[in-house]
Structure formats: C-alpha cells, structure tokens
C-alpha cells in the first residue's frame, strides 16, 4: 500500500509526532531535527520538506551523525541536509531564517550509551531559542521520556516551560495515551500564532 493511503497505528507519540509533521512541513520549508539519534526522524523530515527545502540536524555524539548520515544517504536526501555534530543549544549560531518547524525526541539514543541523555538545562535552552526562530505558524514537537533515569527532571523543565508561554503567542498542547502507565512518553506541540 502506498504511504499516503496507509493507516498510521498510533503505538505512542512517535508516530503521533510523524503524523503531525505531516500537516505541518510543506515543500521547501526549513526544519530542524534537534536531536537526530538513529535519524529515522531526519529522514521522514528530509523527505516532507523536499527538494527545495533544507533541513539542520544536531545531535552531541558521533556515533549518531555517522547513523544518520549513512540513512540520508541511503535515501538520496542528503543534498538538502547539513548535520551538526554539536548541542541543540547552539541551534540560533547556526540556523538563522525562520523554520516551519523543530523536532525533538528527547532521552538517550536507543541502541547506544544509556547513560548520555537529553539535560533539563541545556533542553530548555535549545527550546527557547527554537521559539525565537519559528516562522508564524510553524510549529515545535518534543517526544518526552519520563521514565528513564533523569526524565522526570527533564519532563518537569520542559513541562513548566511549555505551560508559561503567552497563550497569545503561542499554542501549547500536551498528547499522550491515557491507557498506560503514567510514566509513559508523550507528546508535547507548541505553534507559533500565525
Ligand atoms: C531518543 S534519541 C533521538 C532519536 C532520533 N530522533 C531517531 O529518530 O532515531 C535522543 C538523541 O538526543 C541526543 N542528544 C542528547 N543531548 C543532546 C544535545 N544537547 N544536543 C543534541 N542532541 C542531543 C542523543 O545523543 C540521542 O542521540
């Protein structure tokens, strides 16, 4: 089945996030993956944007800008990417025109080191300044992780950040599935007003 006419089975919030980016991303947009991990994220972003668009990818550990890299390359989107092998919270140094859209899967990288995770301070940091740099309309999405060690420090940070934003500003919306356990991931979408 061609994947326009699949059915998305909503299994947690990645393919919630996926879902939404659908909506959101337009060809030629800028977007930003702020944590690209395994880059499964990177590559569905690569593809919505397309060939006109461009897209910025960070992520702190080399192990994943090499994983990401080999997958855009794999897909023939990497013309239209510049990955960065340093922290989100750098993300205004290099990106400096209005992006439609930022994504961020927050906790560690699956498959790899455990114990190198997604900072409360360093998070929010990075959130901010994605803020700053959202076109009108466009839109942040963050995956949040509560239940490893550390997550619920950070889900508390993120949480108090996205609940203060001026509601005239900003659209701020909490998704998550109700019919599991209450440290489960969930989804976190903040527009800016149009
Ligand atoms: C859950 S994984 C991301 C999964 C990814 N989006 C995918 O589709 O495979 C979280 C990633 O955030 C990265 N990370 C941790 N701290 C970071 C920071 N300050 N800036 C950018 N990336 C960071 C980790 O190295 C890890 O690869």
Not at 10 to 36: E, S
Not at 70 to 87: E, H, I, N, Q, V
Not at 112 to 122: A, K, L, M, Q, V
Not at 143 to 151: A, K, V
Request: glycine residues 8%; proline residues 7%; hydrophobic residues 45%.
């Amino acid at each position: 089945m061609p994947e326009s006419l699949s059915i998305p089975v909503l299994r947690g919030p990645v393919p919630l996030a996926h879902l939404l980016l659908h909506n959101f991303v337009r060809d030629g947009d800028l977007a930003i993956d702020a944590t690209c991990g395994n880059g499964h994220d990177t590559v569905l972003l690569a593809r919505l944007i397309g060939a006109d668009g461009h897209l910025f990818g960070f992520d702190i550990q080399p192990q994943a800008i090499i994983e990401t890299s080999r997958r855009l390359a794999d897909a023939d989107l990497a013309k239209r990417t510049t990955l960065l092998l340093t922290s989100h919270e750098r993300v205004a140094e290099h990106v400096t025109r209005p992006v439609q859209v930022v994504l961020f899967n927050l906790g560690y990288l699956p498959g790899g080191d455990r114990s190198i995770i997604t900072h409360p301070e360093s998070t929010v940091v990075a959130l901010v300044q994605s803020l700053q740099l959202l076109a009108p309309g466009g839109v942040v999405l963050v995956t949040i992780y509560p239940g490893h060690y550390g997550g619920a420090e950070e889900q508390f940070s993120v949480d108090n950040w996205a609940a203060g934003l001026d509601p005239r500003a900003f659209f701020s919306w909490r998704m998550g599935q109700t019919n599991v356990r209450t440290d489960a991931p969930y989804l976190l979408l903040v527009q800016k007003a149009p």
